[in-house]
């Protein structure tokens, strides 16, 4: 299999062109490359594939082998990847996902994708929907029990579920014992990427991230999505704030009026190879 590896802001995946390749079974061959002793190393696998309603389509598999609706790191490296490899000749792309065609615009440098401002679409807000098991119209600043602990957690849907939860020091925060039990807790029946943000200023805050299926990640696109949103909810931000990141900074734009959330970032290429993965169906 013919592979390319990618990140956005180190939120790391494996690439595979499905124009050329065929994969039969995803969800392993995501759980293979993802190893980052036997394997690539990477959060997950994405497939760019036809699509017969937007130029193209995105397949994202976590690395637990489960498939996400949604990565917003991954939609910026398609349009890259697409690019870069004369898939397209437009800065103007659209690409379809588990969660809605999402539309992207490119900023070139001596013929190579550097920035990606993607139109990642209305927040979900209603828990049903999200889904969280929370009463009421919204989820905003309400209790939940983890490890023995009440924590205060706004719940957002960028295609994905999110709780975002704020926190005094990010660094400083427990992320790898806490994580887990926020992905798993009962209130989310679908699991659940949980946002550590620390507040800044109304202009921007620092993020940590832990991902269902996949731990923590230097990066969530959909998550400082959600981030930004609860803030704005919250009251804390204003509506265009700068998010600092493990592996670097996104800029996010929740406009409340067009009900529309942009993220802007950038995407990079780490390096290209093939991998044998004869291994997986015997």
């Known amino acids: ?23 039969q079974n995803p969800s392993a061959v995501s759980e293979y490359v993802s190893d980052r002793h036997f394997g690539i190393g990477s959060d997950g696998l994405i497939l760019i594939c036809p699509s017969e309603l937007a130029d193209f389509r995105m397949a994202m598999y976590n690395a637990d082998g489960s498939e996400g609706s949604m990565c917003g ?16 000749e437009k800065k103007e792309i659209s690409v379809e996902t588990k969660s809605g065609i999402k ?14 401002k993607v139109n990642m679409g209305a927040p979900i807000l209603t828990p049903a ?28 849907s960028m295609g994905n579920p999110h709780a975002v939860v704020f926190v005094d020091d990010t660094e400083k925060f427990p992320l790898e014992q806490v994580g887990p039990y926020f992905e798993n807790h009962e209130l989310f029946p679908d699991r659940v990427n949980t946002e550590f943000v620390q507040f800044i200023s109304r202009s921007e805050i620092n993020m940590r991230v832990w991902e269902r299926g996949a731990g923590e990640t230097w ?11 609860a803030c704005v909810l919250n009251g804390y ?13 996104l800029r996010i734009s929740y406009d409340q009026a067009a009900d529309t959330v942009w993220m802007t970032g950038p995407a990079a290429t780490v390096f290209e190879g093939e991998i044998d993965i004869s291994e997986i169906d015997r």
């Open 103 to 116: 539309y992207l615009s490119l900023t070139v440098e001596d013929g190579k994708v550097s920035l990606v």
């Open 73 to 88: 790191n991954g939609i910026r490296c398609v349009a890259k990847y697409v690019y870069d490899h004369k898939m397209t």
């Open 129 to 156: 929907q999200i889904p969280v098991r929370v009463a009421g119209e919204q989820a905003v600043n309400v209790p939940i029990q983890v490890c023995g602990k009440e924590y205060r957690m706004t719940c957002v």
């Open 219 to 229: 990066a969530c696109g959909t998550g400082t999505c959600a981030s930004v949103v």
């Open 237 to 249: 931000t204003d509506e265009d704030v700068l998010v600092h990141l493990r592996g670097g900074d």
């Open 1 to 23: 299999m013919k592979f390319t590896k990618m990140h956005g802001c180190g939120n790391d995946y494996v690439y595979v062109n499905c124009f050329e390749e065929n994969i």
